[in-house]
């Protein structure tokens, strides 16, 4: 069974950094990425990688935030820079893996990113 487990959160302020973390307890062979859900919104696409390096960006976090994955450590970071107070949300981690037969959809279990003003 896949884990992702992730880190990096925290309290920042408006056009700080931050670096967000994903460790994938085994190899994950299709794409990883990151989503967010801010209070009293649905939870949105934030970035994804897939295991060959192409990346996907949502408008909003376009030229501020990338992207990066080590396949070696089955890990996916989130360099976030020039954060907003819009993008204050639970920021949560995603993989899709082949195991066995079928394709699997797993979830970390989120981590806290505030920005203030």
């Known amino acids: 069974q896949v884990q992702l487990v992730e880190s990096g959160g925290g309290l920042v302020q408006a056009g700080g950094s931050l670096r967000l973390s994903c460790a994938a307890s085994?190899?994950?062979?299709?794409?990883m990425g990151w989503y967010r859900q801010a209070p009293g919104k649905q939870r949105e696409f934030v970035a994804s990688?897939?295991?060959?390096?192409?990346?996907n960006y949502e408008d909003s976090v376009k030229g501020r935030f990338t992207i990066s994955r080590d396949n070696a450590q089955n890990t996916i970071y989130l360099q976030m820079n020039s954060l907003k107070p819009e993008d204050t949300a639970v920021y949560y981690c995603?993989?899709?893996?082949?195991?066995?037969?079928?394709?699997?959809?797993?979830w970390g279990q989120g981590t806290l990113v505030t920005v203030s003003s």
């Open positions: 995603n993989a899709v893996t082949l195991i066995g037969v079928n394709y699997v959809e797993r």
């Open positions: 990688i897939t295991r060959g390096g192409s990346t």
């Open positions: 085994g190899t994950i062979s299709n794409a």
